[in-house]
């Protein structure tokens, strides 16, 4: 054996070493747990608009009709996609059944979660009917609260009696370690242009929507819920049904098409959203709260669609008429009646795998499922952890 002589290092130069193994040693201490140890949600309750209603809208005013769920269900589910949502990939990555509808009686199994979402819903009330507003839906966040505030306690009410009960509903231990997922506020922002107000005017009352926002999350924390999912809304400005409605001039068009000033406001409420988180994290000691972007994601695949492997990334598949396939009064599975025979009008593309928007609106399945592999392994999240981790707080 090679007999070795001692290493004097000086002292300054020993404590920097000893505090980069000391940071290292945290680092890999902190990898190999939560590598080891990934969160087991038993369900899941999801709070939303239309990005995530598996129908509950439908259950209460109708259910949109064919083509709606053709690429995946072969049928209409109530999803306003042509087949699964950001919330059903969520689901089958932790292993959990698709959501039932919470407003939705027929068939519903609530024993791994439900899903409170409804499409047009806001966080703030309209104070409107959903005639009258066009589209937006009397089930704001606050009666999404109630409505799961009313089902946590009868949930348990009716367990209680056994029988056929206890395979439907969940068990009370699940309200705590479920994951509670919002995908929620981009109506808010829409409402704002479709009642003629003005940029500022709608940015203007973001805060009053984010407060609003706060007192759902606290609410629900004080009824257990500790691990909550929250993405910020998407690229509006970048929507069929918002580039051809409220239209702006050329120099407020982005290179990918899409309107500039819908957008600006877009991350003018995601930058107060993760602010909110923040002061949610503050006073929730307890609570695990990832802040999901979603905007980047969507963004990247509409502004770079052919590089993804999509094209007509600002072109609905579903719809009627017009440069970007979309028309308000004849949308996605619209018909018209010639000679008394029923002619859909309101046709899919040949080929939904390949395209960004649905219907104007909505993303296509093949988009929801790109969005959700760029968010799933949290890099687009703060804290930056991936899905089946958000149980764990950020340190």
């Known amino acids: 054996m090679m007999n070795m002589k001692p290493l004097i290092v000086p002292a300054g130069i020993m404590n920097t070493l000893c505090l980069v193994v000391l940071y290292c040693s945290i680092i890999i201490t902190d990898n190999s747990v939560s590598g080891s140890r990934k969160c087991e949600f038993p369900a899941i309750f999801n709070f939303g608009d239309s990005n995530s209603d598996t129908g509950g809208l439908s259950a209460a005013f109708g259910q949109p009709g064919y083509p709606y769920g053709e690429s995946f269900f072969h049928h209409p589910v109530g999803r306003y996609c042509d087949g699964r949502l950001l919330v059903d990939f969520i689901a089958e990555k932790l292993g959990l059944p698709y959501l039932n509808a919470y407003l939705d009686a027929v068939g519903s199994n609530f024993s791994h979660g439900a899903n409170f979402a409804t499409a047009g ?109 929250i993405h910020n809304t998407g690229p509006v400005g970048c929507l069929p049904y918002i580039i051809e409605l409220h239209k702006v001039t050329s120099d407020k068009v982005d290179k990918a098409g899409c309107a500039i000033p819908y957008n600006e406001v877009a991350k003018f409420f995601n930058h107060e959203l993760k602010q909110a988180v923040v002061q949610l994290r503050k006073k929730l000691p307890s609570a695990a709260i990832t802040y999901v972007d979603v905007y980047s994601a969507k963004y990247s695949l509409i502004s770079q669609a052919y590089r993804h492997g999509f094209k007509e990334p600002l072109r609905a598949c579903c719809g009627h008429g017009g440069k970007y396939n979309y028309n308000l009064h004849i949308g996605c599975g619209a018909k018209v009646k010639i000679d008394g025979k029923e002619i859909l009008i309101g046709k899919p593309c040949k080929d939904p795998s390949v395209v960004v928007n649905w219907d104007g609106v909505h993303l296509t399945q093949a988009a929801n499922k790109w969005v959700f592999e760029q968010i799933v392994d949290g890099s687009l999240s703060d804290p930056p952890i991936p899905l089946n981790m958000a149980c764990y707080k950020h340190s």
């Open 121 to 229: 819903s806001t966080i703030r009330p309209q104070n409107t009917t959903l005639h009258q507003t066009g589209g937006f839906s009397p089930f704001s966040l606050d009666v999404q609260f109630t409505q799961f505030n009313d089902f946590q306690r009868r949930t348990q009410f009716f367990r209680n009696k056994g029988g056929i009960y206890k395979t439907l509903l969940p068990k009370a231990e699940y309200f705590s370690r479920a994951l509670y997922t919002f995908d929620i506020g981009q109506n808010d922002l829409a409402s704002g242009y479709f009642h003629n107000m003005s940029i500022n005017q709608v940015k203007a009352y973001v805060p009053d929507v984010l407060d609003q926002f706060k007192n759902t999350i606290k609410n629900i924390y004080a009824h257990g819920g500790r691990s909550f999912w």
